[in-house]
């Protein structure tokens, strides 16, 4: 069985930095893509980012790129993501997830392993 469980989450000023970790079990962690989702109130969860199972490809959304980082550990089962620069908009749960394949997607239908979720709130 899966699981997913993410931490680091807070409350930060506007322009402060937050780092997000996820420790995977459970799963051939190695070989899938991870990424990086948030919901805010009242919005679809939406991609933040993702790396491939060597850590040699990412992607980002536009409205993080250049802010945020995303990597990995395999040896320690770990995704991280660094966030840099945070502004109010960036306020949502944040939640790691698992690609059920080894095939590359940015695509929320795609990740079928979730973990619990971690709030970050950005005051101004």
């Known amino acids: 069985q899966v699981q997913l469980v993410e931490s680091g989450g807070g409350l930060v000023q506007d322009g402060g930095s937050l780092s997000l970790s996820c420790v995977a079990s459970g799963t051939t962690f190695s070989l899938n893509p991870m990424g990086w989702f948030r919901q805010a109130p009242r919005k679809e969860r939406e991609f933040v980012a993702a790396?491939?199972?060597?850590?040699?490809?990412?992607s980002y959304a536009d409205s993080v790129k250049g802010r945020f980082t995303i990597s990995r550990n395999n040896a320690k089962k770990t995704v991280s993501l660094q966030m840099d620069s945070l502004k109010p908009e960036d306020t949502a749960v944040y939640y790691c997830a698992v690609a059920y394949s080894m095939s590359w997607s940015t695509e929320t239908r795609d990740y079928h392993y979730w973990g619990q979720g971690t709030q970050v709130t950005v005051s101004s």
């Open positions: 790396i491939d199972g060597s850590g040699g490809r990412t």
